[in-house]
């Protein structure tokens, strides 16, 4: 399969033209598509490792709950060896307070960084999950 290829008028040089995708639709389908690495990989024919950079990019913290009283719920899932997020849910409504993308495995400063920033903004935590309620009391 040939790819169209382009001239730049002005310096004499040819190029293929490439579609640029911003790092938040790449998250959006990621998170809410429920879309793997390969499969964003593969749909915009960019290495894995590309993916996994676009979506550390985003940033560390999203609050989807406007509830401020939260139990919260924290947990990591792992794709493959060295990648995974640490997210922090509210127990009641099951909504995604924090996340955070991590490139090695969670420490105690990750949830530790998830609980401050709930606090500094504004949520009150009744309530932590018991395997982590010693780590933050």
């Known amino acids: ?30 998170i809410f ?38 139990v919260v719920l924290i947990d990591t899932t792992y794709w493959g060896r060295n990648f995974g997020v640490v997210l922090m849910k509210d127990f009641r409504t099951k909504k995604v307070i924090w996340r955070k993308f991590i490139f090695c495995k969670e420490t105690l400063s990750d949830y530790q960084e998830g609980a401050d920033w709930l606090l500094e903004n504004g949520f009150k935590i009744v309530g932590i999950d018991e395997y982590f309620k010693a780590t933050f009391l």
Not at 39 to 64: D, E, F, M, P, W
Request: with cysteine; glycine share 4%.
């Open 33 to 70: 598509g429920k879309q793997t690495l390969k499969q964003l990989s593969a749909k915009y024919k960019i290495s894995v490792r590309t993916v996994h950079r676009r979506l550390s990019s985003v940033g560390s913290t999203l609050v989807i709950s406007s509830s401020k009283d939260v």
């Open 1 to 30: 399969m040939q790819k169209q290829r382009y001239l730049c008028k002005s310096f004499g040089k040819q190029f293929v033209f490439r579609q640029v995708v911003d790092n938040q639709t790449i998250y959006e389908d990621y």
